[in-house]
C-alpha cells in the first residue's frame, strides 16, 4: 500500500492533471500531412529502458518509410537507448531540475510537423509537455489526456496485444502501411563494446559459440531467483558441458560469485557493454527485465522468468524473438528448480541447444 504522503502526490498530481485538460483542448480533425524527408516529428518516450526500447519499433518504421527527421524526447533513465538506435537522428533530455519551459522551448524551435506520444499509460508530465508544445499535429492512443491531441486512436487491448503492436496502432493515421513482421527493436551497440566483449569471450572459450548467458539482476528483490536456484542451474549446465556466463549489475556481483568462478561473470555498469554481451549468447535465460528486450533487438533466444502483470495487461516478451516463459506471483525465488529446468531443457532442445 503507498504512503500517505505518495498518496498526497498521487493526488495532487491528478488535481493538476484535470485542471490542464480543462485549459488545454488540440483542435481536433485536422488533416494529417504526408511526411517527408523535410518534416521533423518528434516523439515523446520518458520513464524505464525496457519501454524506451520497445518503443523504437514504430520510430524505425517512420524513419525508413518516410525519411522524415526523428527526434526523441527522453528523460536521463533511458535517453541513451534512444542515443544508440540507428533511426533516431536527435535525442531531447528532459530534466525535472531544468523545468518544463526549458524543454518546450528547444521542443517548439525544431518547428516539428507532428507530436507522438508513445506512451502506453497515461503521463503527467507527458500530457503537460504535449499540451504546451507548439506542433499542429499530436497523435496518441486514446486514454483520458485524449483532449490534448489532434488524433488519437483506440488502445488495443493490453490482455492480448503485445506493447510495440500497441504503439504500431498509430502508424495507419500517418498513412504507413506495415506488417507486425517489420516491428523490430532497433538498437546498435558501439564497436568499441563490440570488441570489448568479444575478447572476454575469446577468453573464456577456444570456440565462443553457442553461449548460455544467465542474468541474475531484475532490479528488485520479487525479482531475484535465489542463489541456490542460479547454482543448481549452473551445475546442470557444467554437468552437461555447457558453455555459459552470468550477468548481473554491480548491486549482484557478490551473489553472482557465490554461484560461480569469478572469471564467468561480466559485470559492467556501462549498459552498451551488456546490450553488447547479450548480442554474442545463443541463448538468455534471465528474469523479466530490460535484457528482454535487447535480447529481441538481436533475436537472441529466450527463456524467462516472469512476475504476473496485474489482471488485463499481458507479459512483455521479447518481441520477434524465440522465447519461453514462466510466469508466477512474486517473488520469482518461489518457482523450484526443477519445474524450471524441465520446462528449459524442452526449450534448449527446440532452439538446438539440448542439454
Known amino acids: 500500500m503507498d504512503s500517505p504522503l505518495k498518496r498526497l502526490e498521487i493526488f495532487s498530481k491528478n488535481l493538476l492533471l484535470d485542471l490542464f485538460l480543462l485549459a488545454v483542448r488540440a483542435k481536433p480533425n485536422l488533416p494529417l500531412p504526408n511526411l517527408t524527408v523535410s518534416d521533423t516529428v518528434i516523439f515523446l518516450r520518458l520513464n524505464r529502458i525496457g519501454d524506451a526500447l520497445v518503443s523504437t519499433p514504430v520510430i524505425k518504421l517512420i524513419k525508413e518509410k518516410t525519411g522524415c527527421r526523428t527526434v526523441v524526447v527522453a528523460d536521463r533513465a533511458n535517453a541513451f537507448v534512444f542515443e544508440r538506435c540507428p533511426c533516431v537522428d536527435q535525442v531531447i533530455v528532459f530534466q525535472k531540475g531544468k523545468g518544463m519551459w526549458h524543454i518546450l522551448r528547444q521542443i517548439n524551435a525544431l518547428k516539428a510537423k507532428v507530436w507522438v506520444d508513445l506512451h502506453d499509460?497515461?503521463?503527467?508530465?507527458?500530457?503537460?509537455?504535449?499540451?504546451?508544445?507548439?506542433?499542429?499535429?499530436?497523435?496518441?492512443?486514446?486514454?483520458?489526456?485524449?483532449?490534448?491531441?489532434?488524433?488519437t486512436v483506440p488502445d488495443p487491448d493490453p490482455a492480448i496485444f503485445h506493447v510495440s503492436e500497441r504503439l504500431a496502432s498509430l502508424l495507419p493515421i500517418l498513412q504507413i502501411p506495415f506488417s507486425n513482421a517489420e516491428l523490430e527493436v532497433a538498437y546498435e551497440t558501439k564497436k568499441e563494446s563490440l570488441s570489448k566483449v568479444k575478447y572476454f569471450l575469446e577468453n573464456l572459450f577456444p570456440n565462443p559459440e553457442n553461449i548460455i548467458?544467465?542474468?541474475?539482476?531484475?532490479?528488485?528483490?520479487?525479482?531475484?531467483?535465489?542463489?541456490?536456484?542460479?547454482?543448481?542451474?549452473?551445475?546442470?549446465?557444467?554437468?552437461?558441458?555447457?558453455?555459459?556466463?552470468?550477468?548481473?549489475?554491480?548491486?549482484?556481483?557478490?551473489?553472482?560469485?557465490?554461484?560461480?568462478?569469478?572469471?564467468?561473470?561480466?559485470?559492467?555498469?556501462?549498459?552498451?557493454?551488456?546490450?553488447?554481451?547479450?548480442?554474442?549468447?545463443?541463448?538468455?535465460?534471465?528474469?523479466?527485465?530490460?535484457?528482454?528486450?535487447?535480447?529481441?533487438?538481436?533475436?537472441?533466444?529466450?527463456?524467462?522468468?516472469?512476475?504476473?502483470?496485474?489482471?488485463?495487461?499481458?507479459?512483455?516478451?521479447?518481441?520477434?524473438?524465440?522465447?519461453?516463459?514462466?510466469?508466477?506471483?512474486?517473488?520469482?525465488?518461489?518457482?523450484?528448480?526443477?519445474?524450471?529446468?524441465?520446462?528449459?531443457?524442452?526449450?534448449?532442445?527446440?532452439?538446438?541447444?539440448?542439454?
Open 121 to 151: 499509460s497515461l503521463s503527467t508530465t507527458g500530457s503537460l509537455l504535449a499540451g504546451l508544445a507548439k506542433i499542429p499535429n499530436k497523435i496518441s492512443l486514446e486514454k483520458r489526456n485524449k483532449t490534448i491531441f489532434t488524433h
Open 213 to 355: 548467458g544467465i542474468n541474475i539482476s531484475a532490479g528488485g528483490e520479487n525479482r531475484f531467483w535465489g542463489v541456490e536456484n542460479f547454482r543448481c542451474l549452473v551445475q546442470k549446465l557444467q554437468d552437461n558441458k555447457r558453455k555459459y556466463i552470468i550477468l548481473c549489475d554491480k548491486a549482484n556481483f557478490d551473489r553472482a560469485k557465490e554461484m560461480i568462478e569469478e572469471k564467468f561473470i561480466f559485470c559492467s555498469p556501462i549498459f552498451d557493454e551488456f546490450a553488447a554481451i547479450i548480442s554474442q549468447l545463443s541463448l538468455l535465460f534471465t528474469p523479466d527485465t530490460s535484457a528482454v528486450h535487447l535480447a529481441s533487438a538481436f533475436h537472441v533466444p529466450v527463456f524467462g522468468l516472469y512476475v504476473s502483470e496485474k489482471a488485463g495487461f499481458l507479459n512483455w516478451y521479447p518481441y520477434q524473438s524465440p522465447y519461453d516463459w514462466i510466469i508466477s506471483p512474486p517473488p520469482l525465488s518461489q518457482i523450484s528448480f526443477e519445474e524450471t529446468y524441465e520446462k528449459l531443457s524442452v526449450f534448449m532442445e527446440k532452439m538446438n541447444l539440448d542439454v
